[in-house]
T-cell receptor, first 115, second 115 residues
Framework: NAGVTQTPKFRVLKTGQSMTLLCAQD?????MYWYRQDPGMGLRLIHY???????AKGEVPDGYNVSRLKKQNFLLGLESAAPSQTSVYFC??????????????FGQGTRLTVV | DAKTTQPTSMDCAEGRAANLPCNHSTISGNEYVYWYRQIHSQGPQYIIH???NNETNEMASLIITEDRKSSTLILPHATLRDTAVYYCIVRVAGAGGTSYGKLTFGQGTILTVHP
Protein backbone atom coordinates (compact mmCIF):
# COMPACT_ATOMS: atom_id res chain seq x y z
CA ASN A 1 0.00 0.00 0.00
CA ALA A 2 1.84 3.08 -1.26
CA GLY A 3 -0.44 5.68 0.36
CA VAL A 4 0.43 9.13 -0.98
CA THR A 5 3.22 9.37 -3.53
CA GLN A 6 4.79 12.60 -4.71
CA THR A 7 6.96 13.10 -7.74
CA PRO A 8 9.55 14.41 -8.10
CA LYS A 9 11.29 14.34 -4.71
CA PHE A 10 13.76 17.07 -5.57
CA ARG A 11 13.87 19.76 -8.21
CA VAL A 12 15.89 22.86 -8.98
CA LEU A 13 14.27 25.47 -11.19
CA LYS A 14 15.47 28.71 -12.65
CA THR A 15 13.38 31.81 -12.06
CA GLY A 16 10.61 31.98 -14.62
CA GLN A 17 10.56 28.28 -15.43
CA SER A 18 7.44 26.23 -15.01
CA MET A 19 6.87 22.79 -13.55
CA THR A 20 4.19 20.45 -12.30
CA LEU A 21 4.27 18.45 -9.09
CA LEU A 22 2.31 15.24 -9.12
CA CYS A 23 0.54 13.69 -6.18
CA ALA A 24 -1.06 10.26 -6.38
CA GLN A 25 -3.02 8.43 -3.67
CA ASP A 26 -4.26 4.86 -3.73
CA UNK A 27 -6.69 5.05 -0.78
CA UNK A 28 -9.70 6.24 -2.77
CA UNK A 29 -9.83 9.44 -0.73
CA UNK A 30 -12.16 12.23 -1.81
CA UNK A 31 -10.12 15.09 -0.39
CA MET A 32 -6.62 16.08 -1.43
CA TYR A 33 -4.39 18.98 -0.40
CA TRP A 34 -1.20 20.76 -1.25
CA TYR A 35 0.81 22.37 1.55
CA ARG A 36 4.12 24.17 1.57
CA GLN A 37 6.59 24.32 4.41
CA ASP A 38 9.26 26.97 4.72
CA PRO A 39 12.27 26.52 7.03
CA GLY A 40 11.33 26.52 10.71
CA MET A 41 7.65 26.95 9.94
CA GLY A 42 4.55 24.85 10.04
CA LEU A 43 2.77 23.74 6.89
CA ARG A 44 0.53 26.19 5.05
CA LEU A 45 -2.31 25.18 2.78
CA ILE A 46 -1.94 26.21 -0.87
CA HIS A 47 -4.94 24.60 -2.60
CA TYR A 48 -7.22 21.71 -1.91
CA UNK A 49 -9.79 19.57 -3.69
CA UNK A 50 -12.93 17.96 -2.32
CA UNK A 51 -13.50 15.74 -5.31
CA UNK A 52 -12.66 14.97 -8.89
CA UNK A 53 -12.94 18.08 -11.03
CA UNK A 54 -13.09 20.50 -8.09
CA UNK A 55 -10.42 22.72 -6.57
CA ALA A 56 -10.35 25.56 -4.05
CA LYS A 57 -7.87 28.09 -2.72
CA GLY A 58 -6.17 27.68 0.59
CA GLU A 59 -4.17 30.13 2.68
CA VAL A 60 -1.36 30.85 0.20
CA PRO A 61 -2.64 30.16 -3.37
CA ASP A 62 -0.90 32.96 -5.30
CA GLY A 63 1.52 31.76 -7.96
CA TYR A 64 0.12 28.23 -8.06
CA ASN A 65 -2.53 26.40 -10.01
CA VAL A 66 -3.97 22.95 -9.44
CA SER A 67 -6.01 20.35 -11.25
CA ARG A 68 -7.85 17.20 -10.18
CA LEU A 69 -8.81 15.46 -13.40
CA LYS A 70 -8.73 12.03 -11.78
CA LYS A 71 -9.76 11.18 -8.25
CA GLN A 72 -6.42 9.65 -7.38
CA ASN A 73 -4.25 12.49 -8.73
CA PHE A 74 -3.78 16.09 -7.67
CA LEU A 75 -1.38 18.25 -9.67
CA LEU A 76 0.28 21.45 -8.47
CA GLY A 77 1.61 23.78 -11.14
CA LEU A 78 4.01 26.68 -11.01
CA GLU A 79 3.68 28.70 -14.20
CA SER A 80 6.57 31.09 -13.57
CA ALA A 81 8.68 30.04 -10.62
CA ALA A 82 10.03 32.66 -8.23
CA PRO A 83 12.69 32.35 -5.51
CA SER A 84 9.95 32.91 -2.92
CA GLN A 85 8.51 29.56 -3.96
CA THR A 86 11.58 27.73 -2.73
CA SER A 87 10.06 25.39 -0.19
CA VAL A 88 9.16 21.83 0.63
CA TYR A 89 5.80 20.85 -0.80
CA PHE A 90 3.61 18.22 0.80
CA CYS A 91 0.57 16.56 -0.64
CA UNK A 92 -2.05 14.95 1.59
CA UNK A 93 -5.34 13.14 1.30
CA UNK A 94 -8.22 12.32 3.61
CA UNK A 95 -11.65 10.78 3.57
CA UNK A 96 -14.92 12.50 4.50
CA UNK A 97 -16.61 9.33 5.67
CA UNK A 98 -14.89 8.84 9.02
CA UNK A 99 -16.98 10.96 11.36
CA UNK A 100 -14.92 12.71 14.02
CA UNK A 101 -11.62 11.69 12.51
CA UNK A 102 -10.05 13.49 9.63
CA UNK A 103 -6.79 11.65 9.69
CA UNK A 104 -4.80 13.01 6.81
CA UNK A 105 -2.13 10.98 5.08
CA PHE A 106 0.87 12.89 3.81
CA GLY A 107 3.39 12.23 1.09
CA GLN A 108 7.12 12.43 1.69
CA GLY A 109 7.46 15.87 0.19
CA THR A 110 9.05 17.57 -2.80
CA ARG A 111 12.00 19.81 -2.09
CA LEU A 112 11.95 22.64 -4.63
CA THR A 113 14.66 25.23 -5.03
CA VAL A 114 14.19 28.22 -7.34
CA VAL A 115 17.40 30.01 -8.26
CA ASP B 1 -10.38 26.96 13.96
CA ALA B 2 -9.15 27.71 17.46
CA LYS B 3 -5.57 28.88 17.89
CA THR B 4 -3.15 26.71 19.83
CA THR B 5 -0.06 27.54 21.88
CA GLN B 6 2.78 25.07 22.34
CA PRO B 7 6.26 25.34 23.84
CA THR B 8 8.93 25.78 21.21
CA SER B 9 11.05 22.88 22.37
CA MET B 10 11.27 20.12 24.98
CA ASP B 11 13.74 17.46 25.97
CA CYS B 12 13.11 13.96 27.24
CA ALA B 13 15.31 11.07 28.31
CA GLU B 14 14.94 7.84 26.39
CA GLY B 15 12.58 5.44 28.16
CA ARG B 16 10.86 8.16 30.13
CA ALA B 17 7.44 9.60 29.43
CA ALA B 18 7.28 12.66 27.24
CA ASN B 19 4.47 15.06 28.14
CA LEU B 20 3.76 17.68 25.50
CA PRO B 21 1.34 20.46 26.50
CA CYS B 22 -0.97 22.47 24.30
CA ASN B 23 -3.16 25.42 25.21
CA HIS B 24 -6.33 26.05 23.23
CA SER B 25 -8.33 28.42 25.41
CA THR B 26 -10.67 29.53 22.60
CA ILE B 27 -11.74 26.03 21.60
CA SER B 28 -15.39 25.66 20.63
CA GLY B 29 -17.71 22.89 21.70
CA ASN B 30 -17.61 21.14 18.33
CA GLU B 31 -13.84 21.28 17.89
CA TYR B 32 -11.55 18.31 18.34
CA VAL B 33 -7.91 18.29 19.40
CA TYR B 34 -5.59 16.56 16.93
CA TRP B 35 -1.94 15.73 17.23
CA TYR B 36 0.43 15.15 14.34
CA ARG B 37 4.18 14.78 14.29
CA GLN B 38 6.83 15.38 11.67
CA ILE B 39 10.03 13.40 11.82
CA HIS B 40 13.08 14.93 10.19
CA SER B 41 11.25 16.83 7.41
CA GLN B 42 9.16 13.83 6.39
CA GLY B 43 5.46 14.28 5.82
CA PRO B 44 3.43 14.81 9.01
CA GLN B 45 1.99 11.70 10.64
CA TYR B 46 -1.30 11.50 12.51
CA ILE B 47 -0.95 10.46 16.15
CA ILE B 48 -4.24 10.81 17.98
CA HIS B 49 -7.31 13.00 18.40
CA UNK B 50 -10.02 13.61 21.00
CA UNK B 51 -13.04 15.72 21.89
CA UNK B 52 -13.33 15.76 25.67
CA ASN B 53 -12.53 12.30 26.95
CA ASN B 54 -9.02 10.99 27.39
CA GLU B 55 -7.88 8.88 24.50
CA THR B 56 -5.22 6.22 24.09
CA ASN B 57 -3.89 4.31 21.13
CA GLU B 58 -0.79 2.33 20.31
CA MET B 59 1.24 5.48 19.82
CA ALA B 60 0.21 7.84 22.60
CA SER B 61 -2.31 9.07 25.12
CA LEU B 62 -4.20 12.33 24.99
CA ILE B 63 -5.36 14.02 28.17
CA ILE B 64 -7.85 16.88 27.75
CA THR B 65 -8.72 19.05 30.73
CA GLU B 66 -12.31 19.20 31.87
CA ASP B 67 -12.76 22.75 30.60
CA ARG B 68 -11.10 21.67 27.32
CA LYS B 69 -8.83 24.71 27.32
CA SER B 70 -5.67 22.63 27.29
CA SER B 71 -4.43 19.15 26.57
CA THR B 72 -1.33 16.99 26.97
CA LEU B 73 0.05 14.43 24.58
CA ILE B 74 1.85 11.64 26.40
CA LEU B 75 4.40 9.34 24.83
CA PRO B 76 4.70 6.76 27.63
CA HIS B 77 8.17 5.41 26.84
CA ALA B 78 9.94 7.79 24.52
CA THR B 79 12.56 6.42 22.14
CA LEU B 80 15.15 8.17 20.00
CA ARG B 81 12.83 7.68 17.03
CA ASP B 82 10.24 9.90 18.72
CA THR B 83 12.47 12.92 18.16
CA ALA B 84 10.26 15.10 15.97
CA VAL B 85 8.17 18.25 15.73
CA TYR B 86 4.78 17.72 17.36
CA TYR B 87 1.82 19.75 16.20
CA CYS B 88 -1.34 20.32 18.21
CA ILE B 89 -4.25 21.27 15.95
CA VAL B 90 -7.77 22.19 16.95
CA ARG B 91 -10.50 21.96 14.36
CA VAL B 92 -14.10 20.96 13.81
CA ALA B 93 -14.92 17.30 13.71
CA GLY B 94 -15.13 15.26 10.56
CA ALA B 95 -13.79 15.80 7.09
CA GLY B 96 -17.07 17.01 5.68
CA GLY B 97 -18.79 20.34 5.91
CA THR B 98 -16.89 23.52 5.17
CA SER B 99 -13.74 22.35 6.96
CA TYR B 100 -13.10 19.61 4.37
CA GLY B 101 -10.39 18.15 6.56
CA LYS B 102 -8.11 21.15 6.19
CA LEU B 103 -5.38 21.44 8.81
CA THR B 104 -3.87 24.65 10.19
CA PHE B 105 -0.36 24.05 11.47
CA GLY B 106 1.46 26.23 13.97
CA GLN B 107 5.17 25.94 14.61
CA GLY B 108 4.77 22.97 16.94
CA THR B 109 7.04 21.66 19.68
CA ILE B 110 10.44 20.25 18.82
CA LEU B 111 10.82 17.19 21.03
CA THR B 112 14.34 15.88 21.41
CA VAL B 113 14.75 12.47 23.01
CA HIS B 114 18.27 11.89 24.26
CA PRO B 115 20.00 8.71 25.40
Amino acid sequence: NAGVTQTPKFRVLKTGQSMTLLCAQDMNHEYMYWYRQDPGMGLRLIHYSVGEGTTAKGEVPDGYNVSRLKKQNFLLGLESAAPSQTSVYFCASSSPVRVGNTEAFFGQGTRLTVV
Amino acid sequence: DAKTTQPTSMDCAEGRAANLPCNHSTISGNEYVYWYRQIHSQGPQYIIHGLKNNETNEMASLIITEDRKSSTLILPHATLRDTAVYYCIVRVAGAGGTSYGKLTFGQGTILTVHP
